[in-house]
């Protein structure tokens, strides 16, 4: 059995524990502080000149493009601020870039004003929709009248 002095550093159940600013911060800023250096990364060094990144796998072994396919070349176009050029190598990647900016943006505003920063999660539902836009892309970027969806 704990003593007294182990009861006062504990927090009290139900009862949300309260952190200072700087702390609130440091997920969401390390994250942001991560993807801007990703960015970084690849806005520094071109993916679309050989020797810099490996070559997909599943490309380089039967020919198909993935959903990643344009990926980096996507990146790389936003990182120098062409988002047409973007949007060519590979939409969905834009897309999902834009809803993580969405996401770190609302995280960031949540966790400096001291409010919860869970929001709502998506359903399998939406998931799975996800995934199925995902595989209807994949199989329209590789039949010939999807040419215009490769990078």
């Known amino acids: 059995m704990g003593s007294v002095n182990d009861l006062a550093v504990r927090p009290c159940p139900g009862r949300p524990r309260r952190r200072g600013p700087l702390r609130r911060l440091a997920a969401p800023a390390g994250t942001l502080a991560a993807a801007a250096a990703a960015f970084a990364v ?83 539902v939406h998931w799975w929709a996800l995934g199925a836009a995902l595989l209807a892309f994949t199989v329209w970027r590789n039949l010939p009248a999807g040419a215009w969806l490769r990078p």
């Open 42 to 124: 690849v806005g520094a060094v071109d993916p679309g000149e050989p020797g810099h990144y490996p070559v997909c796998p599943l490309f380089r072994l039967t020919g198909v493009l993935c959903p990643a396919c344009g990926g980096l070349r996507s990146a790389h176009a936003v990182a120098h601020g062409d988002l047409l050029t973007a949007l060519g190598a590979n939409a969905p990647a834009v897309a999902g870039y834009a809803a993580f900016a969405v996401f770190l943006l609302v995280w960031l505003v949540r966790a400096a004003r001291g409010l919860p920063t869970a929001g709502p999660r998506p359903r399998p």
